[in-house]
């Protein structure tokens, strides 16, 4: 999906976050840069991702907007955050967004499973077109 598109930038954006997103990229926690490296430059099936993607008024870690899905990486942080957490699902979610979850402690030591279940992942899987129809 283009960044240009209409369906990207119809999404509803929080610009009063643009710094915070700026640097959360900058500061970035060990699983966000590990998994990172493994996301950037299509090299996840050729998909594209934003990282650090001001949605409303969240930031989530990634952002595949060709398949409208949002990668989260949830640390001990989270456990102190439920009702917070719940309300940000159900927003994303309310847009049509797929949210996967992923835990940290995952990312640290089980990288290669963690690509691989991404790689298979029912909401990271493009349909192939149908008959008669050429992709754009």
């Not at 997103?21 to 950037?40: F, M, T, V, Y």
Request: glycine fraction near 6%.
């Amino acid at each position: 999906m283009n960044r240009n598109t209409k369906q990207y930038k119809s999404l509803p954006y929080n610009s009063n976050l643009k710094q915070k997103a700026k640097d959360l990229r900058k500061a970035g926690n060990l699983s966000e840069i590990l998994l990172w490296i493994r996301l950037k430059n299509g090299q996840l099936d050729g998909l594209d991702f934003d990282r650090q993607k001001i949605i409303g008024d969240y930031i989530v870690d990634f952002f595949c907007p060709e398949l409208n899905t949002v990668i989260e990486i949830d640390g001990y942080s989270h456990d102190l955050k439920v009702e917070y957490d719940e309300k940000r699902e159900k927003f994303l979610t309310g847009l049509g967004l797929n949210v996967i979850h992923i835990l940290d402690v995952d990312v640290k030591k089980n990288l290669q499973d963690v690509v691989k279940m991404l790689k298979d992942h029912p909401a990271l899987k493009r349909t192939p077109p149908k008959r008669g129809i050429t992709a754009l």
